[in-house]
């Protein structure tokens, strides 16, 4: 098992990719059908080598780890993803974390989370992960000037992670070859999405809620003044992620009386 590690990690690296050891290890994982930390301990059926070695061969091709194992970590949970639908980065971890450390403190189980997203393969995927767990998944455009009419002024907390990359950007090939354009080019400076989705903030929040949306790492001026010129939210700040770069403004709406 150690061997067949070894050698998966050197035809990764080789094919260019810069996490080789550790996705060498994932992939043994599944093929075995073990948790990562027991690879140690397991002994291998027979026909583990030849599942391991086409799933490194597909590695090695730039099909994203995820799609291979079918599942992608994302903070405390873990979730189906697949072909068709984008697969959740580390970055955004930063964007849960403080959404959960600031608005859902309490951990109330009776808060009511609606979901919204207009990619038909997406939103099966929302619902399969979200089955049991009373979240609302619609399908809608945020875009839209009229979408989520029956929240306005009701909700306490809005998180988007919208399409932001500028137009033309050179990507991976994990990304370029198998996210959905859809899913992640905003107009050519990547705002198309972002500027409907602080107007659709200032019209659901109810005084005092609080925002935050993701961003290129190369726009976080344009989304702070975006915020700033709608005269509906204070607190506005640029945060950044894991590896420190600009990933997300938050910002809070404007009480009674006040912008």
């Not at 961003?215 to 001026?221: C, E, G």
């Not at 975006?226 to 939210?233: C, H, L, V």
């Amino acid at each position: 098992m150690r061997r067949a590690i070894d050698e998966a990690a050197d035809t990764l690296t080789a094919a260019g990719i810069d996490t080789a050891r550790v996705d060498a290890e994932h992939l043994a994982a599944h093929a075995a059908g073990v948790d990562r930390g027991r690879l140690t301990w397991h002994e291998p059926d027979d026909g583990f080598f030849e599942r391991y070695h086409e799933l490194v061969a597909a590695r090695a091709g730039r099909i994203p780890l995820q799609h291979l194992t079918t599942t992608a970590a994302f903070g405390p949970v873990t979730l189906a993803v697949g072909p068709g639908v984008f697969i959740p980065r580390p970055e955004t971890e930063a964007l849960l974390e403080w959404a959960l450390a600031i608005a859902l403190a309490d951990a109330r189980p009776g808060a009511r989370v609606v979901a919204v997203d207009d990619s038909a393969e997406a939103l099966a995927y929302a619902r399969r992960n979200s089955a049991g767990t009373g979240v609302d998944v619609r399908e809608a455009n945020v875009t839209d000037r009229h979408v989520l009419d029956d929240l306005v002024g009701e909700v306490d907390l809005v998180v988007a992670n919208p399409p932001y990359i500028p137009d033309g950007a050179v990507l991976e090939p994990e990304v370029a070859e198998h996210d959905p354009a859809h899913a992640l080019f905003g107009g050519p400076d990547g705002m198309q999405v972002i500027g409907p989705i602080v107007a659709l903030s200032a019209r659901l929040l109810r005084p005092g809620g609080l925002a935050a949306v993701e961003h290129d790492d190369t726009t976080a001026d344009q989304t702070v003044a975006m915020f700033t010129e709608t005269g509906a939210f204070s607190e506005v700040t640029a945060r950044r992620d894991l590896t420190g770069r600009p990933r997300f403004v938050t910002a809070r709406r404007g009480m009674k009386g006040e912008p």
